[in-house]
């Protein structure tokens, strides 16, 4: 039903008020990045459909890097051949990395149709936002006392990446959280990267943080979040999925990367 109720506000917003169509705004292509895991799909064309429901009027589209279809230069080649001229990508990615500074710049370079690369979504208030409803979700208190407070920590597990950027980015959302909950926030990594999440959970024992929760830093249901939850010694949050503040980051780098001058590589942005 919603997705049939926003199509005539989606054709009237269009129109202008005397009767002369506007020019149909520049696409939005989300570019995920592909997973083996059923899930990931699923969960990524239902965060989408929120986008829609969002900004009805604005064509949105979803893009994979690999693993899944429709790959992003499938994607693109089709927008070309419907006479769509611009579009907007913007990464389901939570930080600044090979595909974010490389394979997305180079895919949009190649298609026939004008392209803006947004930034990642992360770091972003917004995500730790839902990195703190996905943890009260699994368990977390919101009020605690001062000894179980002195006792607790989180881990925020992320999948990893060799770019220094990237590590840049995980350890800003890792303060975002922190102050969120007042309690220390280590990143952890899955692959490629240190600390593993064994190690940061160790880490933490060291110091008197006993009582571990784990942060998943994932766009959606995967291997890596799998296996960062079953290291976790307390209570494992489900990935970022598609809580709402997801749908309004997507929309707020659309708009940020509109707003501002086109670059060859995405810049960090944290408002």
């Not at 979504?121 to 699994?138: D, W, Y």
């Not at 960062?228 to 999925?241: N, Q």
């Amino acid at each position: 039903m919603n997705r049939i109720g926003s199509h005539p506000a989606g054709r009237l917003s269009l129109v202008s008020l005397d009767g002369r169509r506007r020019p149909e705004p520049p696409a939005l292509v989300v570019v995920a990045h592909g997973s083996r895991d059923p899930r990931a799909l699923s969960t990524v064309r239902t965060l989408l459909d929120r986008v829609r429901a969002l900004r009805p009027g604005l064509p949105v589209h979803l893009g994979h890097i690999e693993l899944n279809e429709p790959l992003l230069t499938d994607t693109l080649a089709d927008l070309d051949a419907r006479g769509t001229r611009d579009a907007v990508l913007v990464p389901l990615l939570l930080s600044r990395g090979y595909h974010v500074k490389r394979d997305i710049p180079e895919m949009a370079a190649a298609a026939r149709v004008r392209t803006r690369v947004a930034a990642p979504l992360g770091p972003h208030p917004l995500l730790a936002e839902t990195l703190h409803a996905r943890l009260v979700e699994a368990g977390w208190r919101t009020r605690m006392a001062d000894a179980e407070r002195r006792s607790s920590a989180v881990v925020l597990a992320a999948a990893g990446s060799r770019d220094p950027d990237s590590a840049v980015d995980t350890a800003r959302t890792a303060h975002l959280l922190s102050e969120r909950l007042g309690v220390p926030v280590v990143p952890a990594y899955a692959s490629t990267a240190t600390p593993t999440v064994p190690t940061a959970i160790q880490a933490l024992a060291a110091r008197g943080r006993d009582r571990v929760a784990i942060a998943s830093y994932f766009t959606a249901p995967g291997r890596f979040a799998t296996e960062c939850a079953e290291w976790s010694p307390w209570i494992a949050a489900a990935p970022l999925g598609t809580h709402p503040a997801m749908a309004h980051l997507l929309l707020h780098r659309y708009d940020q990367s509109l707003a501002t001058p086109a670059t060859t590589t995405p810049e960090l942005a944290s408002a």
